[in-house]
């Protein structure tokens, strides 16, 4: 089994930051590539930010300059630091990774964490 499990949402002030973490577990052979999206009510989720095993980055237009991405390969971490959040980044935002539990690389889902920005 394996399980992508978000912490670190929660509601804030337009302009204020939080740091989004997310944790995989279980049998884990390999982690490639690992991204955060979102979904806002009533909209598609949307990518927010990828990086690869390699530490390579992208990010949305929307969210460029603001958030960052990052992780840490030996304890099956990712993260999201957000600063100057604006109500429309309000969303539950989910971590997705690719995993190979020792053969091919399936994507998993987190549960989301729900990030409320306040005007």
């Known amino acids: 089994q394996v399980q992508l499990v978000e912490s670190g949402g929660g509601l804030v002030q337009a302009g204020g930051s939080l740091t989004l973490s997310c944790a995989a577990s279980?049998?884990?052979?390999?982690?490639?590539?690992m991204a955060w999206y979102r979904q806002a009510p009533g909209k598609q989720r949307e990518l927010v930010a990828g990086?690869?095993?390699?530490?390579?980055?992208n990010y949305a237009d929307s969210v460029e300059g603001r958030f960052t991405i990052s992780r840490d390969n030996a304890r099956n971490l990712v993260y999201l630091q957000t600063n100057s959040l604006q109500p429309e980044d309000t969303a539950v935002y989910y971590c997705n990774a690719a995993i190979s539990r020792g053969g091919t690389y399936s994507l998993y889902w987190g549960q989301g964490t729900q990030v409320s920005v306040s005007s």
């Open positions: 279980g049998n884990i052979f390999s982690i490639n590539d």
């Open positions: 990086i690869t095993r390699g530490g390579r980055t």
